[in-house]
């Protein structure tokens, strides 16, 4: 009787134990899985699987126009075109938990975006509500749903809930700037209907975005703690409720394209396990209710490099032929030689090649991320960033590729640039939590800050004075192009930088930048006069996007890496 009651009394504090720190079962494990392309036309915006996996639904995007297509996933040629191609942008699709309707958000002529419901198997659209600025989630027992809402004048997001026709709305919790919901992802409902999951931004200091979890009666807001990411895409509950499944990116990468992964958080101890791990950009992740199919859209980018004289941008010869050349970093070495990103067996590495297109050779040769070199004007270094050791930082190698030196030691080093002396690099780091630009010898040793802001990548100017970077002052002002001292500060001069654009350079006699724009799918090359002029489109392309550009030092050539971005939906399921 004694040792009864004691096992007795173990079990009841167990299981008392057990209820007040919430522990539950072992979270569902997706370590096997197979992937499988829904899509091959390389043009999907946005997708969602059925509740049972039977069916998917995705938007395509064609000369401006999108479509929004429905598809059992066991058969390739039975699409059906539930909207029409036409103008305007969605933004999420979500299916209804008996997969009898496909709930979306769009926006047509630049007005806000609103969510409709239209039958999977087609029919006429009912509009539910206006001025949503996520994905719908729709509870479980399809009652009820949730999105995110903006509201600039207030400078603050709402999660918002309401009945499944969209009436009457309740505000269930409320951030407030510089803290936010993030906006063009989307909430997910708990398998119990009891709790939601939901995307937040801290837009300080020390920027970051997590997943924090409401409760539906009360509102209350609760992060899971220690899991930051620069950028997480829409989660999804798994069907224990032990987990979410999302996609998030643990460096920044030139582009917009983050390379995120499909990762796993445990709740509620917040535990981070990596699904995918790959050189693809993964976003727009739904889940099946048995969690046994992960839907998402895998983005990728084709590109080669190709050398034009300068004054003749668009007379190009392209000298390089393996889809993905440069497309996360070039630069021209003071020989006329060209530095560069590629591709190959998963695996991120640097080249270097002549102008002509001959001798192409492999500098580095390791596992992960090598991209964004510069080459020192005495040509005996290139200084890149990896994740060779664990972490993005900064190394340098010799011309040759030998003698492999780390040189920073900080959270997410990258854009390198040697000034013109050789003796520096500059380059940008979140090693203060934001991303400024710090200095650091060329032989490594404790970085220098220049900057204290929101900071773009760094290009240092022909004689080595100035730095050009983008930049923006707080959370709620918009982006400039900005000229600073060599030695930091604030900036000296600004200029608009337009939407979409990136990859500023400086020209070579030091009086103008040049950055590439691009709009609708297309990109050209804009040059910025510094004497305060209006900026001047110097390239007419008409299709493809530039992801990078260099300037040969004389200034006579210029090499850019062109190609374009490949969308589509993949399925991985459980094996």
């Known amino acids: 009787m004694v040792i009864a009651t004691v096992v007795v009394g173990i079990a009841i504090s167990v299981f008392g134990i057990y209820k007040l720190r919430g522990w539950k079962r072992p979270m569902v494990s997706f370590e096997n899985f197979k992937a499988t392309n829904l899509t091959t036309n390389g043009k999907v915006v946005t997708a969602a699987i059925s509740p049972d996996g ?9 000369g401006g126009k999108q479509t929004l297509s429905f598809r059992p996933v066991a058969t390739n040629n039975s699409n059906i075109d539930i909207v029409p191609s036409s103008e305007g942008d969605y933004l999420g699709l979500s299916f209804s938990p008996d997969g009898k309707f496909i709930y979306y958000v769009r926006s047509v002529g630049g007005e806000s975006n609103d969510a409709f419901k239209i039958p999977a198997a087609g029919g006429a659209p009912v509009r539910l509500v206006r001025d949503v600025a996520s994905a719908v989630a729709l509870s479980t027992d399809g009652k009820h749903m949730a999105y995110v809402r903006n509201y600039p004048a207030q400078t603050e997001t709402a999660l918002i809930v309401s009945p499944i026709d969209g009436f009457p709305e309740r505000k269930l919790a409320v951030m407030k700037s510089p803290s936010g919901f993030v906006i063009n992802s989307g909430p997910a409902w708990s398998p119990d209907d009891k709790q939601i999951a939901a995307l937040s931004e801290e837009n300080g200091s020390a920027p970051y975005q997590q997943v924090v979890i409401i409760g539906v009666a009360d509102g209350r807001v609760r992060s899971i703690d220690n899991v930051r990411w620069p950028q997480i895409g829409r989660a999804s509950w798994v069907h224990d409720g032990n987990s979410l499944v999302v996609t998030a ?48 859209i895998q983005n990728e980018r084709q ?13 190009a010869a392209q000298i390089t032929s393996g889809n993905s050349d440069g497309f996360d970093g070039l630069s021209f070495a003071p020989d006329g030689r060209i530095s560069y990103s590629a591709v190959a067996n998963g695996e991120q590495n640097l080249w270097m090649i002549d102008s002509d297109g001959k001798n192409p050779r492999q500098l580095t040769n390791t596992q992960g991320i090598n991209r964004t070199p510069s080459v020192s004007p005495d040509r005996k270094f290139v200084v890149f960033s990896s994740d060779r050791s664990g972490a993005m930082h900064l190394w340098r190698i010799d011309i040759d590729g ?50 204290d802001g929101n900071v773009g990548p760094p290009d240092v100017s022909p004689d080595g004075k100035f730095i050009a970077c983008s930049y923006r002052g707080n959370a ?9 001292s060599i030695d930091g500060g604030e900036p000296l001069q600004g200029f608009e930088f337009p939407p979409d654009s990136a990859d500023y350079r400086w020209a070579s006699d030091g009086r103008s930048l040049t950055y590439v724009r691009t709009v609708e799918g297309t990109s050209n090359i804009w040059r910025q006069p510094l004497d305060g002029g209006p900026p001047q489109q110097i390239t007419n392309f008409n299709s493809e996007q530039i992801f990078a550009t260099d300037w040969s030092s004389e200034g006579k050539w210029l090499v850019y890496s062109k190609g374009k971005r490949i969308s589509d939906a993949i399925l991985l399921s459980g094996i």
Request: hydrophobic share 30%; aromatic share 8%; glycine share 6%.
């Open 303 to 315: 590109a080669n490099l190709s050398i034009a004289p300068a004054g003749d941008e668009q007379k």
């Open 402 to 451: 030998n003698h492999p030196v780390e040189l920073t030691h900080e959270e997410g080093d990258a854009h390198p640039q040697i000034t013109p002396d050789g003796k520096w690099v500059i380059y940008r780091s979140y090693k203060r939590g934001n991303p400024n630009l710090f200095r650091v010898s060329i032989n490594g040793g404790t970085p220098i800050a220049l900057t």
């Open 54 to 62: 039977k069916d998917f639904a995705y938007v395509t995007a064609d």
């Open 476 to 484: 709620i002002s918009t982006t400039k192009l900005v000229v600073i």
């Open 249 to 296: 990116s643990e460096h920044e990468s030139p582009q917009e394209l983050s390379y995120a992964q499909v990762w796993q958080i445990s709740y509620p101890s917040g535990q981070t396990k990596r699904i995918t791990n790959d050189l693809a950009d993964y976003h727009q992740l739904t889940l099946t209710r048995d969690s046994r199919q992960i839907l998402v």
